[in-house]
């Protein structure tokens, strides 16, 4: 899975919706599709961060595990923190990435479905719906 081409063409989508006014019907539906693909990217991305998080919190804990196991009685505690302390680093940036993709991935949805409602709306004052 190639992550990085799957943001860049988020990014690509985005901004080619972006240029598009919310005046005209025709436009707002391009939008919706340009914005329901990078959503669909988003969720791979997403997935993929959620994973990436997992793996780093598993690893994490396995080589928590593993100092407490090979350290001196009275110092398992200490060896284990030791042992993880670059980890933890690595895990809060894995969680960042995951909330981040997350939160845009959402917020994307929220945001579609505003404009599915906005064009159902004009369609039926512009059409005279019941």
């Not at 992550?3 to 240029?19: S, V």
């Not at 997992?54 to 505690?77: D, L, T």
């Amino acid at each position: 899975m190639d992550i990085d081409n799957y943001i860049q063409q988020i990014k690509t989508l985005r901004a080619e919706a972006d240029l598009l006014e919310e005046d005209a019907p025709g436009a707002v539906m391009r939008k919706i599709n340009l914005l329901t693909h990078a959503h669909m990217l988003m969720g791979r991305v997403s997935a993929h961060m959620d994973g990436d998080y997992a793996k780093v919190y598993a690893y994490r804990k396995i080589k928590y595990a593993q100092a407490q196991a090979e350290a001196k009685k009275g110092q398992k505690g200490y060896a284990g923190e030791l042992a993880v302390a670059d980890l933890r680093m690595a895990e809060a940036q894995a969680q960042a990435l995951k909330t981040f993709w997350n939160n845009e991935f959402r917020s994307l949805r929220e945001y579609i479905y505003e404009l599915r409602l906005r064009v159902r709306v004009d369609m039926n004052t512009l059409g005279g719906g019941d």
